[in-house]
Each structure stands twice: as structure tokens, then as C-alpha cells.
């Protein structure tokens, strides 16, 4: 082995020398010693040493580590660590660096001459491989390609910018930490495929695949690309065998933004004539979000007609829905919630990863088409799973579009809100990708700023709206089987939910308390009630005064005529019994959160409602809640003294007429 020029970096001066000699007398060239990081540092710039000799516990309290990771960044030698300690706590402090060796106090002149001659091979050898994977890399980056080196121990040594962005770790971070500790697997069977899979790749030396896989960023997103895996040939005799790296080969699906040659020329112009706000909604359970967002619009489009609104929605109902002039919708495929944070496709046959990656494609190539100056996310700040994350940093890169976060009032208790949002990085996709939030809710309520402890600057740029309610005259319309009696009102929403819990023990009330029952009722379904379900609605109704409908495009009429409504706590369904029914049970659905429960309670504590907690429902306990209900008119009374506040659409198409937007000059 030729002679290498060598620092050395050591602050007790008789171990200094000590090691000065041997190095000599084994045929290299000490350029230099150190007995702190400034030195270390100094001597570094100037001579260009190719190994350095670095003790852990420096003078002046400087840190070894530290200074061994400056060097290694700067210059590209190699590392041997000088320590007393050679127990596993400082070998795993000083891993990151990649670190070539370890020479443990007190050493002999054969343990040198072994840690120099590993260290440069195993160095030489790291250089080469990373000098293979940035040629790889210019090219494999011309296709868009995320390309990361694994060395035998499944760490990785190289990660190009690519790879940095779908995985969030800068490579500086990624480097040294095993595979699957930065390429984020969320689901463990997938996980133990790709880990078989690099197993087989070390053993056969052919390249393996695995299209369709979901990774999920640092930020919590989740993209889905096609993996590939496989061995670097290495030429070196001298190598051991079985060293060889392995290059992974990440091949993104999610759309890839086309960066405009020349900066657009833009003005600011008032919301108004020409402007064109892009509304996305969160459709994956029930119609609340859908119905939401259409009394937005129709808001909008009275206030501003010469503006245009375009719905990008996934709702199965959304034909249902009659559009304003000067608003359309976009259909995406449909997806429905399987548990907590999960989902999958509605009715098509294909995957989660799938679906989510054609819906994000979708809502960026259309928000690209349309170029919106403006627009409105509904409840998620970064889409369902992450698939709205590529359009927000399109918007980000691109400018000219004023983005705001529409969030109703309560999304589940804060604890469990507080930790989604800061595993999720959600805090710092407010701070960077919402120009304003508008709340759809009043403070005297509930309060999500204080609740979901918005960050000051997020919060400077929230507002409240109040309400959103679907405030149309509703079509007159005729009451189905009226026969004179007082009618009840009973509704679970979109009927994702609610049916066994509400509907059902209503039923069976109604059936066990019929000689004492003075009144009828009318029973809206949803559309998505489960068909079994519904056909045992259908037996328990049998002879009963009741009228089942699974749809209708409004409530109004309905809430207006019944003496009590008896429903779920969602959003829409909430509002519309606060804007036209004269009394309310709630049997809140609580089943993936909270939201429906904090709600129900809230409005009980305000003496609005009656909230009957779904394990308290029984046929018993309903009849005699309706009963103590009909005594009094709490909505009625809170509408006429102005304690209600059911203006949130209207205000915020006046929130939208103070906004200064973008257009193109």
C-alpha cells in the first residue's frame, strides 16, 4: 500500500506522538496535528489529508464527532475514530460520519497499520461506488428517477435529489440509516415483500421489481411509485466477496410539474368578474362535504356572476346536486374510509396506492388546465392521504393562485388532532401552503384555534364565517302520508353511519310504544345505507306510520314541518336542523373520531338540543326523550333572539370580494 497523507487529531500530546511515529515508521506522511476542531479544521483546508486519526473527546471541550463529520463533508476522507471507549453508545454516536475504523487506547503499531489499511480500502472502494452512483445518477435524475445506494448492511451510502424528495431526508440524513428506516413502508406486508426481495437480489445478482408500492414522505404524505433493486457489479479482486452494493431505483407515479420557461407577468385585480376559484372537496364519507361546498359556491356564484366555480369532487352523489350558472364539476373516482385513516376504492377494482395516485393526477392536471386565481381546500389541508401535497407544491412553485383552507369547526377531540397534525407535518403545510384559513363555525361554540393549538402565525391568518347552511327556499313540497298527526323527522345524513344506532331502535320504539305514539314519521335513509340494512328498516316499518326515502336534494322542507327532529350530529345535518326545526335529539355517530359527540355535547351544554349518546340509546330511553323534548322550542327561540349563527356561505363570498387576486397581465 502506497503512503497516505495523514492528519491526526489528538489532544493529549503523548498519545499524539506515539501515534505520529508509528504512522511514519509504517511509510505515510503525517501532514499535520491538532489537538482541537479549529486546528483540526485549519490544518484540513491546507493539506488535504486523506485519513484522519480523530479522538472522540477534544481540547476546549470540542467534539470529535463533530469535527470528523465537517471533514468528511468538505473533504471526502477517510475517518478512524481514537477512543477509550469503544462501547456500543459512542460506536452508534459516531456512525453517521461512516466512520472506516476504531482504534481503542491503548494501541499497538500492528493495530495502526490494520486501521489504516482497512480504512483506505474500505474508502477507496466507498469513493468509487459513490463515484458509479453520481454518474448513475445524472442520467437515471434525466428521467425523474430517485435513486439511492445500500451497502451490504442494508445502510445507505448515496441518495440523490430525487430520492431526498419523495422520502424527505436530505442526504446528509439518509446516509448510514438502514433502508427501510427512510424509505417508509406503511404497510408491514409490503414492507417484508421489498426486504425479502433485496435478500434475493444479494443472493441470485439479478435485478428485482415491485410496481404499485406506497411510501410514505416525512411529512406524512404517501406517493406511490415502482421499486427496483440491483447489484453494482464490483471489479475489484482485492474486495471481499459479497461486498458488493446495491442500487434502489424509486420511479415516482404522482404527476411531475412542468416548471413554465419564463416567470408569468401577473397583476392584482379584486375577486370578481373573470376570477376562477377552484373548489376541492373532501368526499369520502357521506354527503357532507359535498353539500357544504356546493352552498358555498352557490354563494358565491350570487355574489360574484361573473366569476366562475369549478367543484373537483369524488362523491358518488354529486349528479344529484343541481350547479349555478357559472359553476361545473369534475368527478373523481370515488373512495370511502375503511378505518381510521385508511381508504379504498368505492366500486373500483384496483388498489389504494392506485386510486390515489390517479385522483392526485387528476386534480393536478385539472387544476392546471383551469388555472384557478384561487383556491378553496375543503377540511383536509393536504387531500385525502396526501394526494392534494403535489398540487399545493406545484401552486408553491408556480405562484399566482391565493390559496385558502376552509375547516368546519370541530374535526375530533385535540389530543388526538394535535398528534395527527404533528406526526403529519399538517403545522407546517398550514404555515407554508395556506395563504388564509376560514373557519366554518363561531368561537362561542367551539374554538379550534385555541382547541387544535393553531401556531401565532397561522392563527393571524384564520377567520371565522360562521355556519354554512343551505339557506335556498326549499320547492314546496307535499307531505308524504300525512294524515294530520304531529310528524318526526329522523336522519342519519349520507347514511354511512347512523342506522343501527339511530333508525333502527327508533323503529323498534315505534313499534313497542304504538298504542301511546300520537305521531308519524318521516325516515330519511341516506343513499349509502348498507342494502341489508335497509331491508330490515324496511320489515321493522311494516305497518307503522312511517315513510322511508333513502335521498332528497333538500332537508328544509322537511326539518320545517316536523315537530322534532331525531339525527345524527354531522356538520350539514347540524346546520340544517339549526336553521329550520323547532327541536332536536342528537344521537351523535362516533365511530372513526369524535367530532359528532363534541358537537352533540356542545349544543346540549348550550341548551339547544337533547344529546343522547349512541350506548345510551335504547327503545325505552328514546320514547321518553322524545317526550320531555316536545315540551319546549329551544331552536325556534335561539333563531328569533339571534344566538344562531347561519350566515357562514354568505360571508364568505363577502371574505372572497376583500381578497386581491392574481391574474395574468
Not at 408569468?264 to 357544504?292: A, M
Not at 391565493?402 to 395527527?420: F, H, K, Q, S
Amino acid at each position: 500500500m502506497s503512503g497516505r497523507r495523514v492528519l491526526i487529531v489528538e489532544d493529549e500530546m503523548v498519545v499524539q506522538l506515539h501515534l505520529s511515529r508509528i504512522v511514519a515508521e509504517l511509510g505515510h506522511e503525517v501532514v499535520g496535528t491538532a489537538m482541537n476542531t479549529r486546528e483540526a479544521l485549519e490544518i484540513a483546508q491546507r493539506e488535504a489529508p486523506e485519513l484522519v486519526l480523530m479522538d472522540i473527546h477534544l481540547a476546549d471541550g470540542d467534539d470529535g464527532v463533530d469535527t470528523a463529520h465537517t471533514l468528511v463533508r468538505g473533504l471526502d476522507c477517510a475517518i478512524v475514530f481514537v477512543t477509550a471507549y469503544a462501547d456500543q453508545r459512542t460506536i452508534e454516536r459516531s456512525a453517521h460520519v461512516g466512520a472506516a475504523g476504531y482504534l481503542v487506547k491503548p494501541f499497538t503499531a500492528p493495530a495502526v497499520r490494520a486501521a489504516i489499511s482497512t480504512a483506505m480500502a474500505g474508502h477507496e472502494r466507498l469513493r468509487r461506488v459513490r463515484g458509479e452512483a453520481r454518474a448513475l445518477s445524472s442520467i437515471v435524475d434525466s428521467l425523474g428517477d430517485a435513486l439511492l445506494l445500500i451497502d451490504v448492511a442494508g445502510k445507505i451510502t448515496f441518495t440523490n435529489p430525487r430520492a431526498a424528495e419523495l422520502t424527505g431526508c436530505a442526504p446528509n440524513e439518509a446516509e448510514g440509516r438502514e433502508l427501510f428506516e427512510v424509505l417508509r413502508v406503511p404497510v408491514e406486508s409490503e414492507r417484508r415483500t421489498l426486504q425479502a426481495l433485496v435478500a434475493a437480489v444479494r443472493v441470485t445478482k439479478q435485478k428485482g421489481t415491485h410496481a404499485g408500492l406506497s411510501i410514505r414522505h416525512k411529512n406524512g404524505a404517501e406517493r406511490t411509485v415502482d421499486f427496483a433493486v440491483e447489484p453494482v457489479q464490483d471489479e475489484d479482486p482485492g474486495l471481499v466477496e459479497g461486498q458488493g452494493a446495491l442500487l434502489v431505483n424509486l420511479r415516482d407515479r404522482s404527476p411531475q410539474v412542468a416548471r413554465p420557461s419564463t416567470p408569468l407577468r401577473r397583476e392584482k385585480r379584486p375577486f370578481g368578474k373573470g376570477t376562477r376559484i377552484l373548489v376541492y372537496s373532501h368526499d369520502t364519507f357521506g354527503l357532507g362535504h359535498l353539500r357544504r361546498c356546493l352552498a358555498l359556491i352557490r354563494a358565491l356564484c350570487a355574489r360574484h356572476p361573473d366569476a366562475s366555480a369549478l367543484l373537483v369532487t369524488g362523491s358518488p352523489m354529486v349528479h344529484r346536486y343541481p350547479m349555478p350558472v357559472g359553476a361545473d364539476y369534475v368527478k373523481l373516482p370515488a373512495i370511502r374510509k375503511v378505518e381510521s385513516e385508511q381508504y379504498e376504492a368505492r366500486t373500483l377494482h384496483i388498489s389504494g396506492a392506485a386510486i390515489r395516485s390517479m385522483r392526485s393526477n387528476l386534480i393536478l392536471h385539472t387544476l392546471r388546465d383551469f388555472d384557478p386565481n384561487v383556491l378553496l381546500v375543503d377540511h383536509s389541508p393536504t387531500g385525502s392521504k396526501g394526494e392534494l401535497l403535489p398540487t399545493l407544491e406545484h401552486l408553491a412553485e408556480r405562484g399566482g393562485c391565493t390559496r385558502v383552507l376552509g375547516l368546519r369547526d370541530i374535526i375530533d377531540e385535540p389530543p388526538a388532532v394535535i398528534e395527527l397534525w404533528q406526526k403529519n407535518g399538517v403545522y407546517d403545510v398550514l404555515r407554508e401552503h395556506y395563504d388564509h384559513l376560514v373557519v366554518y363555525g363561531h368561537p362561542s361554540v367551539y374554538d379550534p384555534v385555541r382547541e387544535y393549538q393553531f401556531p401565532p402565525e397561522v392563527a393571524a391568518r384564520t377567520r371565522f364565517v360562521n355556519y354554512v347552511c343551505d339557506r335556498t327556499p326549499a320547492p314546496a313540497e307535499a307531505e308524504p302520508g300525512s294524515d294530520g298527526r304531529p310528524c318526526i323527522a329522523v336522519s342519519i345524513g349520507g347514511g354511512d353511519g347512523g342506522g343501527d344506532t339511530v333508525i333502527l331502535p327508533f323503529l323498534e320504539m315505534m313499534r313497542r310504544y304504538r298504542e301511546q305514539i300520537d305521531y308519524r314519521a318521516e325516515i330519511l335513509t341516506g343513499p349509502f345505507v348498507e342494502p341489508g340494512l335497509a331491508q330490515e328498516m324496511r320489515r321493522l316499518a311494516d305497518g307503522l306510520p312511517v315513510t322511508l326515502r333513502d335521498f332528497i336534494p333538500s332537508t328544509a322542507a322537511l326539518y320545517r314541518r316536523a315537530e322534532l327532529v331525531v339525527a345524527t350530529a354531522g356538520y350539514n345535518t347540524t346546520t340544517d336542523l339549526l336553521t329550520h326545526a323547532r327541536r332536536a335529539i342528537f344521537i351523535p355517530r362516533v365511530l372513526y373520531r369524535q367530532e359528532q359527540l363534541i358537537r352533540a355535547r356542545r349544543l346540549a351544554d348550550l341548551g339547544l338540543a337533547t344529546c343522547l349518546a349512541p350506548d345510551e340509546v335504547s327503545p325505552e330511553r328514546l320514547f321518553e326523550a322524545i317526550r320531555e323534548t316536545r315540551r319546549d322550542e329551544p331552536l325556534t327561540r335561539a333563531r328569533a333572539e339571534g344566538r344562531l349563527f347561519l350566515d357562514g356561505a354568505e360571508r364568505f363570498a363577502e371574505f372572497c370580494a376583500s381578497l386581491e387576486v392574481d391574474v395574468r397581465a
